[in-house]
């Protein structure tokens, strides 16, 4: 029996602690919406930049630029071009853009602000569709939106990695909620985009295709026949198109990257957990819970996120894996964590009255405390005016030197001096570094002749990274780029920027 007067205190109790919990739910939708706003913000701020944000940038462009001259991608490494270790499918969708937009940066930014709006959309609709909770999908584009910065503030660049994480996303939606042959039919053709995006995407899907032989074995030849089928077939069209260049740069080049085994635990540790604790234990709650209660939901995204943290993982041990190979763990845990609070909370809900709004009161304020451990300043990824200025003054002096200038990482500087286009830094030291074959040691050979040769009226290369250790024997220091340090720096990727002026050295 209830004492009248304990009565009357939870009568008086339960109203300030309804408003209490309805403040929290808004602080917390708020407190995500605040990264998507972010986001928006420093994107649309930074769209019309002329110049890279990322190092590899300008590379994206020469590659957009070659499909509207009517030539080739994948083709012999060479001083006038090396292409970067992608699929096709990002460059041709760009340039479609371009066609509308003009050449630069605009057109490529674009389609990768675009697709990462689109990203948000699924992620939403994916945990809607599980939970029919509007909240627990708002929170899972948001945290997704938080990562922002952890993930290298990579989705508004023009890189592939926005559009390839949209096709991933709608594979897994339509695999999860559109189980009909023609929608795993669908599933295997996106596939196919995600994987003509970055070839990564297959190897994140093959645990969903060991979902779909366990538990949708009627449907499984649908996706898994159509995925690799049509797989396949443009593979051997495209290396056939390409004379066997495709898959030397798709799949000989990145197997030979060093692995970097200081990595293995700060994986985990640096990058997962201690970022983002609470989004773990959320996630974890989700698995746990739904081990018991729906086996089915259990595997579709314990296979999901093995999928997508599993690629993660072997991309950032090795040479070359940036913070942009985080995106699609981020992706998961966003995914499970919006999946594992609205379990906590329909759970606590659930239980008789007496207790539980406390620990309703608890799970707000800890998903608002996970938000408040990924803050930023926005205002760090923009470039300002300073980096405009310094980039015009740099086109000028290319545009003041004699013959042709050889800007080792930023070839994209000489075409938009009005110089010809060279092959990127990156691109060349993938072959120079990962190919000790004839191949590799052709193009060594064709860049130590052209140095000794003194083609190039000047070189331009970033403080510390000469193109040969041997420049200084044809070449001298006539100047240097940037007399302000603080300057044309880009806001992602390896800090770099064309830094010293060598002209040859009289004969």
């Known amino acids: 029996m209830v004492d009248g007067g304990t009565a009357g205190r939870e009568k008086k109790q339960r109203p300030a602690t309804s408003w209490v919990t309805a403040l929290l739910k808004w602080v917390l939708a708020g407190s995500g919406c605040l990264y998507v706003l972010s986001y928006l913000f420093v994107a649309c701020s930074r769209i019309r930049y002329p110049f890279e944000l990322e190092w590899v940038e300008g590379a ?20 006038a071009f090396v292409p970067v270790l992608y699929t096709p499918l990002f460059f041709h969708v760009a340039a ?19 697709a990462s709006l689109g990203s948000f959309v699924v992620l939403f609709l ?24 952890l993930s290298g503030a990579w989705l508004d660049i023009g890189r592939v990695d926005s559009l390839f994480l949209l096709l991933v996303l709608a594979v897994v939606y339509v695999v999860r909620f559109k189980a009909t042959p023609g929608g795993y039919a669908l599933a295997g053709v996106l596939l196919l985009l995600a994987y ?3 070839q990564s995407s297959l190897a994140i899907c093959l ?67 201690l970022p983002l604790p609470i989004a773990c234990l959320g996630a974890l709650w989700y698995l746990v819970t739904a081990f018991r209660c729906n086996k089915q939901a259990f595997g579709f995204y314990a296979l999901m996120s093995a999928g997508m943290m599993g690629v993660s993982y072997a991309v950032r041990i090795r040479q070359g894996g940036y913070l942009n190979s985080l995106l699609p763990s981020y992706l998961a845990i966003a995914i499970l964590f919006g999946l594992g609070f609205h379990a906590a909370v329909q759970s606590l809900v659930q239980r008789p009255a007496g207790g539980t709004r406390p620990m309703i009161i608890m799970a707000y304020l800890f998903g608002i405390l996970q938000f408040g451990l990924l803050h930023y300043d926005p205002m760090a990824q923009i470039p300002t005016a300073a980096d405009v200025r310094a980039g015009n003054d740099f086109l000028r002096i ?14 994209y500087l000489s075409v938009l001096a009005g110089k010809q286009s060279h092959a990127q830094g990156v691109a060349m030291g993938d072959v120079l570094r990962n190919d000790t074959g004839e191949i590799g040691l052709r193009l060594e050979n064709e860049l130590h002749r052209a140095i000794a040769e003194q083609r190039f009226g000047a070189i331009v290369y970033d403080n510390g990274r000469p193109p040969t250790p041997d420049v200084y024997r044809y070449y ?17 990727g390896v800090k770099a920027r064309p830094e010293l002026i060598l002209v040859p050295i009289s004969k």
């Open 476 to 492: 001298r220091l006539k100047q240097v780029a940037f007399s302000d340090q603080t300057v044309f720096w880009p806001r992602t």
């Open 398 to 411: 290319v545009r003041s030197l004699p013959g042709d200038v050889f800007i080792q990482s930023h070839g």
């Open 96 to 114: 479609a853009v371009t066609k509308v937009t003009g050449v630069g940066f605009l057109p490529l930014r674009l389609v990768s602000f675009v």
């Open 126 to 149: 994916i945990v809607y569709r599980e939970t029919r909770s509007k909240l627990a999908g708002l929170l899972t584009a948001c945290l997704f939106a938080a990562t922002y910065v």
């Open 196 to 198: 003509l995006t970055k």
């Open 207 to 273: 645990p969903i295709m060991l979902y779909a032989a366990l538990w949708q074995r009627r449907l499984a030849p649908f996706f898994i026949g159509t995925a690799l089928v049509l797989i396949g077939l443009g593979d051997f069209g495209l290396d056939r198109i390409h004379h066997g260049w495709y898959h030397y740069y798709l799949y000989h080049l990145p197997s030979h990257k060093e692995v970097f085994r200081e990595r293995y635990l700060s994986f985990w540790r640096n990058e997962i957990l």
């Open 60 to 79: 994206m462009v020469d590659h957009v630029s070659r499909i509207l001259a009517g030539e080739k991608l994948y083709v012999g490494p060479s001083l």
